[in-house]
């Protein structure tokens, strides 16, 4: 068994999935799953080439979209603990080592946090989470850590609270993975950026809102499980998710008054509804 397994989802990055390869470096514990969503470049023939320099599996799927994608890739690893990384995303120069030797020292903990260096609109910036015990969740509610960061959980785990992805459902919310794990475990975090993410212009977040709004059944359970859960304390991020659970249930047409809060989320959930149908009016029309 691999200690490690890293699972990239892909479509269509021959290029940037290339440097990421180029990142890795040869190591026994090290297995590499490519979930190739049906990509029409090159992407089958360049996994070909690294076949004699790392452990790499190359699984192709018919177009799904990225979610089913990441399924399939942890789905097909092997390794004690999993992470995901984009095809676009890089190792830092000692990134996967620092992993490697993190996960050995705390072999038994069943959950890793680590920091990003991102780039963004030819900006550079950090997201990195606090030093020490904490869960997936609290690290964006407490801490107020905003962006991607880099989670690493026993492949077991992942498994077990892996989200189904509904045929013609292009995206999940990664989120609700992680925050599904955090009810039931901690995660030991560290403030060193691991991996390098860079935003492509025509990468998944230039259409984040519409895949929201098209896919929502999602959006709904992750922020009905924010808004109950016990493992953060900021009111101020259960409101927000309060909110947002009134306005994705807008759109998927399950708007109901089962709650006490319910009936204070309602008619500011209906507006931002409303304005979301504007935006991709005027969206459409432009087209």
């Known amino acids: 068994m691999f200690l490690l397994s890293i699972c990239v989802p892909t479509y269509n990055r021959e290029r940037s999935l290339k440097r990421l390869l180029d990142t890795i470096k040869i190591n026994a514990e090290v297995e ?12 089958k023939n360049l996994i070909s080439l690294y076949n004699d320099k790392l452990n790499i599996k190359y699984v192709y799927q018919k177009n799904s979209g990225v979610s089913s994608a990441i399924c399939n890739a942890y789905n097909t690893s092997t390794g004690k603990y999993v992470i995901k990384m984009d095809s676009d995303d890089l190792f830092t120069e000692d990134g996967l080592n620092f992993i490697l030797k993190t996960l050995k020292e705390n072999i038994d903990r069943e959950a890793f ?30 801490f107020r850590v905003k962006g991607d960061l880099k989670e690493v959980v026993k492949r077991e785990i992942v498994l077990k609270y892996i989200y189904n992805v509904p045929k013609g459902v292009k995206r999940i919310p990664p ?11 901690n995660c030991l ?4 950026a691991i991996a390098i993410k860079n935003y492509s212009d025509d990468g ?9 709004i098209s896919y929502p059944e999602a959006m709904v359970e992750l922020y009905d499980l924010l808004s109950k859960t016990d493992v953060y304390k900021s009111n101020t991020y259960r409101w927000r998710a309060r909110l947002l659970w009134s306005r994705y249930s ?38």
């Open 189 to 192: 975090s560290f403030r060193n």
């Open 204 to 212: 998944i977040t230039s259409n984040m809102h519409y895949l929201k």
């Open 32 to 43: 590499i799953i490519v979930c190739d969503d049906g990509s029409t470049d090159n992407t």
């Open 175 to 185: 989120g609700l993975l992680w925050y599904r794990i955090a009810e039931k475990y």
């Open 250 to 287: 807008y759109h998927n047409r399950t708007m109901h008054f089962k709650n006490w809060w319910h009936w204070f989320v309602c008619i500011p959930g209906w507006t931002i509804y409303v304005l979301d149908k504007i935006i991709l009016l005027i969206k459409d029309n432009k087209k």
């Open 113 to 142: 946090l680590f920091g990003v260096n991102t780039l963004k609109n030819n900006v550079n910036f950090k997201n990195l989470p606090p030093n020490g015990l904490t869960n997936f969740i609290s690290v964006r509610a407490d």
